[in-house]
């Protein structure tokens, strides 16, 4: 992880003008701030067919052609996806890698940020490209991408059999498979989808189509000794390497372990299935009635239910909070461990949890103003953009990131400030 | 109406020789005792109460008839007709009890695949509101399981199934395909925008898979739209952008699914409050309707705009200057499953008022409105199928033709599937008459910068 | 004679009766039964207001677009059904044998009424088994049964006919006419005539999915 002891947790508020890059360009694209709130960047418009990318009022050193898909990496380095000449890669804080593609999209990260990898396509050929070097082999089509915990290596579902158009036989024969690092398994499959990389890089899991019907989980290539009518992506966890996944059952779903069940509870629905650090705690997103959801954790579904929507399940690395968004309708509400907030949102984000678990904060918008809420109190500041809440790692502090009347503004502030 | 130009001995031949892999080889590997199998497995763990009392409540009394376009355009053949369908499918085999042979299952797969085109018209004239396209869709469930769909809207699941869209389209060549329509936009509108993966816009716009595919200025259009009326918009640039869904029509329940929770969880990831989506039918059914419910989602957990409810929503409150109204008579097709199946009609009207001078309604028109016979996935079973498909709506024909007579010279049809389809009949019947989008018809007479 | 008349018109019409309403109920409640065991979600959608927008459609003459289409039909179909259920349970001589039996009463038809409303119930009956021979869309999707149960529901009437003008052997045709009608009641949950107790489920669902979700008209 990012060492965010490291950042400035004194300063109250620092601002940076962000209007008048309006003036400069013939237009400013939605901004990004960095995860420290240091910088606050935007693509942005210098002429026809020409781009840059403004980092607090001042452009990269070159521009280029083509500009998109700006993402901060975990570690602060501002990444985007560019193009020249019809050729196009990855540029790091301005600097584009030395190798150059037909296509290159879907950036991944680690958490620690020090790896980058993105999809590529190189004269009709695919191949995953981790800071800069692409895999020795490629493939026909690469579809699902994964990364390892580490950021060491990368996984993809790759086509290896080639099929014509309406051959649907051959197709069913299996075509694909998934690739570690471009080193596809042997086995082939009629539909490999989501993966999953363990910690130590070792294992890679992934959701498998053995024919139109069966369905299971592979590790390595390997396939599960069962099989299903449907499944969904697998967790590795995070201790003993034991692979979890989603299984259909009788026309309903519950949780397998290496493809023996695990829960014994059966639900119309299971999906987002997630373990704490310390793989004690395992949760998912549960229906647990047709039209109704909720979280279970360990099998047993909270209390309460929701309606519309449950999504954005957040486990803290001890598992002892566990929150996530609800949809009611057209609002949405943070639940945590089981109690939903009272404060309704028109939207919200994926909840954060502050290091010592004392604080549960999502940035929010109310009629397309944005704040930040803790705790079910809502930060009395309406905002034109804002990020995610960032608690320092003592969690006295909350770092926060907004855009108001045409400033970018980095506070510090108490948590207590807004929590009261 | 112009004789079609083939001879009807062409055509008799044409039809009987129809090869289709999908089907001959998944027979070819068909005993009775695995179709007992599978149609009892399909009939006694996936069907309940529904099917049982649908079947126990039907009287026989043939009044679904005249609700069906190839009923009515192959002169009142009862075998074409809804229950007449239901009776060499699902009575077949529950009174056979599975032990159907795999000559018959033959014969259950060209009427559920491509005799039916799931357009519930039926469904209203049934007095006791016998879901007949249901029970077609289970015919299709066990041709599914049965490993006998036809080779072309198989194919098609496929597709879905690995890259999520409905055309084989790979990961770079959706958002290549995006900028490249940005970039030839510009020429027209210098800060048009595609923003892609833009989280936190109010709106997610998708389409069907053909529209990158091959009709990359519809997506040019909506962005032009989009940008006249200043809505704050994305689309993904990863899976999750196609909203169509073949699937649901193989009955592959579990791809549809895939599809369905892959294209949600999509909008959730972006933070969008609302879908909005192409001129598309049968898309509409699956996220609006079908796909949501297999994942337990009784509704869509982000709603579902249809394009005709947003273009109404845009018209309505004056958001898109029109230059000049479009002068040309139109007539107005009511498609299925935005209509009946999404209570769109009236809307459909005001957008068409609203940009037409002159709207010459067919009859019958909204919810009772004749199908085009492309959808249901009948169209996407491909060229084997093409001619059954236009000479069993010669009813249609004669729809637009007493329209054409009435004035009408261009067919407004705010579906995809009913687009091809009707142009395939207007073609066949030689009906000259164009047929047109609502977006394309926006796209013309609104004002553009200079 | 007598000692037949008493057995059908006694035991038989206990058993019967027990027939029809048990096996009403059973059939409705396994039906709801399966329902929360397998499709659950068909409650989810359920509306009253929808449900009855469809059954009241339905169940007015001319008031849906297929009954507007084929008028015939319709008037034949209401007056059947209006003839089928009114007559026996509003004839004299029925009431008297519920007055008889359980002191309960109930207002009824004049016994000419009665008859031509029997007379109507045959005439319609041999409406829908012409229509069932003649019309190529129905009789594809004939099969025996259809005429059986056709014949279960002419039966009664055409026995009561009989009897109550008394052409031929009266205790005969009154014993068989007791027998019909012992038959159709207890048909009614077993075969399709069960339609009257399903009905207005499946018209329910029906209207509450095209209100509340289709928001069209299932009429």
């Known amino acids: 992880m990012v060492d965010q002891s490291k950042w400035d947790w004194e300063t109250r508020e620092k601002e940076v003008p962000f209007d008048p890059w309006k003036e400069n360009f013939n237009w400013v694209e939605e901004p990004y701030a960095s995860p420290d709130g240091e910088q606050v960047a935007a693509v942005v418009n210098i002429d026809e067919g020409e781009f840059n990318v403004c980092v607090n009022g001042e452009t990269w050193e070159s521009p280029f052609e083509k500009i998109w898909y700006l993402r901060y990496a975990p570690d602060g380095r501002l990444t985007a996806l560019v193009?020249?000449?019809?050729?196009?890669?990855?540029?790091?804080?301005?600097?584009?890698?030395?190798?150059?593609?037909?296509?290159?999209?879907?950036?991944l990260f680690s958490p620690d940020g020090k790896h980058i990898a993105v999809a590529a396509q190189a004269d009709g050929q695919y191949c995953m490209v981790l800071d800069d070097t692409p895999w020795e082999t490629t493939f026909q089509n690469m579809t699902y991408f994964a990364m390892s915990p580490d950021g060491s290596k990368t996984a993809a579902v790759v086509q290896v059999t080639d099929f014509g158009e309406g051959e649907v036989h051959k197709f069913q024969e299996g075509c694909f498979t998934a690739?570690?690092?471009?080193?596809?398994?042997?086995?082939?499959?009629?539909?490999?989808?989501?993966?999953?990389?363990?910690?130590?890089?070792?294992?890679?899991?992934?959701?498998?189509?053995?024919?139109?019907?069966?369905?299971?989980?592979?590790?390595?290539?390997?396939?599960?000794?069962?099989?299903?009518?449907?499944?969904?992506?697998?967790?590795?966890?995070?201790?003993?390497?034991?692979?979890?996944?989603?299984?259909?059952?009788?026309?309903?779903?519950?949780?397998?372990?290496?493809?023996?069940?695990?829960?014994?509870?059966?639900?119309?629905?299971?999906?987002?299935?997630?373990?704490?650090?310390?793989?004690?705690?395992?949760?998912?997103?549960?229906?647990?009635?047709?039209?109704?959801?909720?979280?279970?954790?360990?099998?047993?579904?909270?209390?309460?239910?929701?309606?519309?929507?449950?999504?954005?399940?957040?486990?803290?690395?001890d598992g002892s909070t566990i929150a996530a968004l609800t949809k009611e309708g057209e609002t949405w509400k943070v639940v945590v461990n089981g109690a939903a907030w009272k404060d309704t949102f028109d939207m919200a984000w994926r909840p954060v949890i502050s290091p010592d678990n004392r604080y549960v904060g999502a940035k929010v918008e109310r009629q397309g103003k944005y704040t930040v809420v803790v705790n079910d109190r809502v930060w009395q500041k309406e905002c034109d953009a804002a990020w995610d809440p960032v608690f320092s790692p003592d969690g006295e502090k909350v770092l926060l990131r907004t855009l108001e009347n045409g400033r970018y503004l980095r506070r510090v502030l108490p948590v207590t400030e807004i929590t009261g | 109406m112009a004789e079609p130009a083939v001879t009807q001995d062409q055509e008799k031949e044409e039809e009987q020789k129809v090869v289709d892999d999908g089907i001959d080889v998944g027979i070819s590997r068909l005993t009775t005792d695995k179709i007992e199998t599978v149609i009892n497995q399909v009939l006694k763990t996936e069907t309940g109460a529904r099917l049982k009392t649908y079947v126990n409540t039907c009287i026989h009394c043939g009044l679904c008839s005249e609700a069906c376009h190839y009923y009515m355009s192959h002169d009142k053949d009862p075998k074409w007709s809804p229950v007449g369908k239901v009776k060499q499918t699902i009575w077949e085999m529950i009174r056979k009890k599975g032990r159907l042979a795999p000559e018959e299952i033959r014969r259950v797969v060209e009427i559920a695949h491509t005799e039916c085109n799931l357009c519930?018209?039926?469904?209203?004239?049934?007095?006791?509101?016998?879901?007949?396209?249901?029970?077609?869709?289970?015919?299709?469930?066990?041709?599914?399981?049965?490993?006998?769909?036809?080779?072309?809207?198989?194919?098609?699941?496929?597709?879905?199934?690995?890259?999520?869209?409905?055309?084989?389209?790979?990961?770079?060549?959706?958002?290549?395909?995006?900028?490249w329509q940005e970039e030839e936009a510009r020429g027209e509108f210098p800060t048009l925008r595609i923003p892609l993966e833009k989280e936190g816009a109010d709106i997610m716009y998708s389409v069907i898979a053909p529209e990158p595919k091959f009709q990359a200025q519809l997506i040019y259009q909506a962005a032009a739209i989009m940008e006249t009326a200043g809505v704050n918009w994305t689309m993904p640039a990863d899976k999750g952008w196609d909203?169509?869904?073949?699937?649901?029509?193989?009955?592959?329940?579990?791809?549809?699914?895939?599809?369905?929770?892959?294209?949600?969880?999509?909008?959730?990831?972006?933070?969008?409050?609302?879908?909005?989506?192409?001129?598309?039918?049968?898309?509409?059914?699956?996220?609006?309707?079908?796909?949501?419910r297999w994942l337990g989602w009784s509704h869509p957990p982000i709603p579902i705009v249809h394009a005709i409810d947003f273009?109404?929503?845009?018209?309505?409150?004056?958001?898109?200057?029109?230059?000049?109204?479009?002068?040309?008579?139109?007539?107005?097709?009511?498609?299925?499953?935005?209509?009946?199946?999404?209570?769109?009609?009236?809307?459909?009207?005001?957008?068409?008022?609203?940009?037409?001078?002159?709207?010459?309604?067919?009859?019958?028109?909204?919810?009772?409105?004749?199908?085009?016979?492309?959808?249901?996935?009948?169209?996407?079973?491909?060229?084997?199928?093409?001619?059954k498909r236009v000479k069993s709506n010669k009813v249609k024909a004669e729809q637009l033709m007493e329209a054409r007579t009435r004035g009408a010279k261009v067919i407004i049809s705010p579906c995809h599937n009913c687009h091809s389809g009707l142009k395939d009949i207007k073609n066949y019947y030689d009906l000259h008459m164009d047929i047109k989008f609502f977006g394309d018809i926006i796209y013309q007479i609104m004002e553009k910068p200079e | 004679m007598h000692d037949v008349y008493q057995f059908v018109s006694g035991p038989l019409a206990w058993v019967a009766f027990l027939l029809f309403i048990g096996g009403?109920?059973?059939?409705?409640?396994?039906?709801?039964a399966e329902v929360k065991e397998k499709e659950p979600f068909i409650f989810t959608y359920m509306s009253l207001k929808y449900s009855l927008r469809s059954i009241l459609h339905w169940i007015t003459p001319f008031a849906t677009y297929n009954w507007r289409r084929n008028p015939v039909l319709t008037v034949v179909t209401f007056v059947f059904h209006i003839c089928l259920f009114a007559c026996p349970i509003f004839l004299l001589a029925h009431v008297t044998l519920w007055d008889e039996a359980w002191d309960i009463r109930w207002w009824t038809l004049p016994d000419a009424v009665a008859d031509v409303m029997t007379v109507i119930v045959i005439a319609c009956c041999l409406f829908f088994l012409i229509r069932r021979v003649t019309q190529r869309e129905v009789k594809f999707v004939t099969y025996p049964s259809d005429y059986v149960i056709l014949g279960i529901v002419a039966a009664p009437f055409l026995t009561g006919f009989l009897a109550y003008h008394q052409w031929f052997t009266y205790p005969v045709f009154m014993i068989l006419h007791v027998l019909?009608?012992?038959?159709?009641?207890?048909?009614?949950?077993?075969?399709?005539?069960?339609?009257?107790?399903?009905?207005?489920?499946?018209?329910?669902?029906?209207?509450?999915?095209?209100?509340?979700?289709?928001?069209?008209?299932?009429y």
């Not at chain 1, 000449?85 to 950036?107: I, L, Q």
């Not at chain 2, 892959?262 to 309707?289: P, Q, W």
């Not at chain 2, 999404?342 to 005001?350: A, D, H, P, V």
């Open chain 2, 311 to 387: 273009y109404y929503e845009l018209l309505k409150e004056n958001r898109i200057p029109i230059k000049e109204k479009f002068k040309e008579p139109v007539t107005l097709h009511d498609p299925c499953n935005v209509i009946r199946g999404g209570g769109l009609m009236e809307k459909s009207r005001y957008v068409a008022h609203a940009l037409c001078d002159t709207v010459v309604e067919m009859h019958p028109n909204r919810e009772y409105n004749y199908c085009c016979c492309a959808g249901g996935g009948v169209i996407n079973c491909g060229p084997p199928y093409k001619l």
């Open chain 3, 24 to 32: 009403s109920l059973y059939r409705i409640i396994a039906m709801l």
């Open chain 2, 120 to 179: 519930r018209r039926c469904l209203q004239f049934c007095p006791f509101g016998i879901d007949i396209a249901y029970l077609i869709s289970m015919a299709r469930r066990i041709c599914h399981k049965l490993g006998v769909t036809p080779k072309y809207i198989q194919d098609t699941a496929h597709s879905h199934s690995v890259s999520m869209n409905q055309m084989w389209v790979k990961g770079d060549e959706w958002p290549d395909t995006l900028q």
């Open chain 1, 179 to 317: 690739a570690l690092d471009g080193n596809a398994w042997d086995t082939k499959f009629v539909n490999v989808w989501n993966m999953a990389v363990s910690p130590d890089g070792t294992k890679l899991a992934a959701e498998v189509r053995l024919n139109l019907y069966e369905y299971s989980i592979a590790v390595n290539g390997q396939v599960w000794d069962k099989s299903f009518p449907c499944v969904w992506e697998p967790v590795i966890h995070p201790i003993d390497g034991s692979v979890v996944a989603p299984v259909r059952t009788a026309g309903k779903w519950t949780l397998a372990k290496d493809g023996e069940f695990l829960w014994d509870a059966r639900f119309p629905q299971v999906w987002h299935q997630q373990f704490s650090a310390d793989g004690k705690i395992l949760a998912a997103i549960v229906s647990p009635k047709y039209g109704r959801w909720t979280v279970a954790v360990d099998g047993r579904p909270w209390g309460v239910t929701f309606g519309t929507l449950v999504s954005d399940l957040v486990v803290s690395p």
């Open chain 3, 180 to 218: 019909a009608g012992e038959v159709m009641l207890a048909a009614i949950p077993f075969t399709r005539l069960s339609h009257m107790l399903f009905s207005p489920f499946t018209r329910a669902y029906m209207g509450s999915e095209f209100g509340v979700i289709r928001k069209s008209k299932d």
């Open chain 2, 243 to 292: 909203n169509s869904d073949m699937a649901m029509f193989t009955g592959d329940n579990e791809i549809m699914g895939r599809i369905k929770r892959s294209h949600f969880e999509t909008a959730v990831r972006l933070r969008v409050k609302r879908i909005v989506m192409g001129e598309c039918g049968h898309a509409f059914r699956s996220v609006y309707d079908t796909g949501n």
């Open chain 1, 83 to 107: 193009s020249d000449m019809a050729e196009w890669t990855v540029a790091v804080d301005g600097v584009p890698w030395e190798n150059k593609f037909g296509y290159v999209w879907n950036t």
